[in-house]
Antibody, heavy 119, light 107 residues
Framework: QVQLVQSGAEVKKPGASVKVSCKAS????????IHWVRQAPGQGLEWMGW????????NYAQKFQGRVTMTRDTSISTIYLELSRLRSDDTAVYYCARVGGIYYHFDPWGQGTLVTVSS | DIQMTQSPSSLSASVGDRVTITCRASQGIRNDLGWFQQRPGKAPKRLIY???SLQSGVPSRFSGSGSGTEFTLTISNLQPEDFATYYC?????????FGPGTKVDIK
């Protein structure tokens, strides 16, 4: 079935960078945008941006501009989220989601990747 | 950015109850709004799109209404699996923005 599988949990020190992967399967990889959403422990959902796997074009939330990079490798149907200059408040579960259609159907989602930033 | 608010932030209800959650946008968003359910430790799942359209496979006890700046999610005949946190999301403008969530727990 259509699936997004994310990389495993990460522990990073403040100031470091993290790169999370999201591997797509069982659908046409370049046919759907991938959005990233994060959720700090016990908190709500926060939209981070999207990447167009076909063109590589991106749209980032202003809050993350300059620190976030979304890329793709079409040869292995994988999307990457890189976040730099990590702070403790970047500790969160990071989700990728396939989004398509005029009503922005968020389906499916990856299982989430916990990134912990701690000294 | 469009700010989304939800009320209440939490509520307690019993199986079989009817529950209503409200979401408000800081400016008009037409009907470009979705509702998501999130169970603990799981990824969100969309229930409603375009404010009132039921996602395929979602039980008909879930319904949405509203347009512009005020929206509601109603769960009729609450079931045990419905105890979760619910979020609204506007997708009219970037950045997309979620409401802060409404936690529905068992009375």
């Amino acid at each position: 079935q259509v699936q997004l599988v994310q990389s495993g949990a990460e522990v990073k020190k403040p100031g470091a960078s993290v790169k999370v992967s999201c591997k797509a399967s069982e659908y046409t990889f370049i046919g759907y945008y991938i959005h990233w959403v994060r959720q700090a422990p016990g908190q709500g959902l926060e939209w981070m941006g999207w990447i167009n796997p076909n063109s590589g074009g991106t749209n980032y939330a202003q809050k993350f501009q300059g620190r976030v990079t979304m890329t793709r490798d079409t040869s292995i149907s994988t999307i990457y989220l890189e976040l730099s200059r990590l702070r403790s408040d970047d500790t969160a579960v990071y989700y990728c989601a396939r989004v398509g259609g005029i009503y922005y159907h968020f389906d499916p989602w990856g299982q989430g990747t916990l990134v912990t930033v701690s000294s | 950015d469009i700010q989304m608010t939800q009320s209440p932030s939490s509520l307690s209800a019993s199986v079989g109850d009817r529950v209503t959650i409200t979401c408000r946008a800081s400016q008009g968003i037409r009907n470009d709004l979705g509702w998501f359910q999130q169970r603990p430790g799981k990824a969100p799942k969309r229930l409603i799109y375009a404010a009132s359209s039921l996602q395929s496979g979602v039980p008909s006890r879930f319904s949405g209404s509203g347009s512009g700046t005020e929206f509601t999610l109603t769960i009729s005949n609450l079931q045990p699996e419905d105890f979760a946190t619910y979020y609204c999301l506007q997708y009219l403008n970037y950045p997309f923005t979620f409401g802060p969530g409404t936690k529905v727990d068992i009375k």
